[in-house]
Nanobody, 115 residues
Framework: QVQLVESGGGLVQPGGSLRLSCAFSGGIFTMFSVGWYRQAPGKQRELVARMLSGRSTDYADSVKGRFTISRDNAKDTVYLQMTSLQPEDTAVYYC?????????WGQGTQVTVSS
């Protein structure tokens, strides 16, 4: 059974950086597309970034140029490097792994941007 475990969230000041990690287990990691979503209080969950199986990437307009998604297939891990963080980036961040019509989700990690 596929499991995803996020880590790396926390409290950061505006303008700061964080790197989120997502450890994958229970499947053949290289067969999955991966992504990060976030959900702020009172808002719907939204796509932040995704990396398809061919390594092409897609970002939300609000994070382009600030966030970078990457994966380490040797470690079965997905990363989200976040820079120039702003208060509006405050949310619970979720890792997802996708194959065919199946989506798998982590439990989420809180990112709070505040002075």
């Amino acid at each position: 059974q596929v499991q995803l475990v996020e880590s790396g969230g926390g409290l950061v000041q505006p303008g700061g950086s964080l790197r989120l990690s997502c450890a994958f287990s229970g499947g053949i990691f290289t067969m999955f597309s991966v992504g990060w979503y976030r959900q702020a209080p009172g808002k719907q969950r939204e796509l932040v970034a995704r990396m398809l199986s061919g390594r092409s990437t897609d970002y939300a307009d609000s994070v382009k140029g600030r966030f970078t998604i990457s994966r380490d297939n040797a470690k079965d891990t997905v990363y989200l490097q976040m820079t120039s963080l702003q208060p509006e980036d405050t949310a619970v961040y979720y890792c997802t792994a996708m194959i065919l019509s199946h989506d798998y989700w982590g439990q989420g990690t809180q990112v709070t941007v505040s002075s």
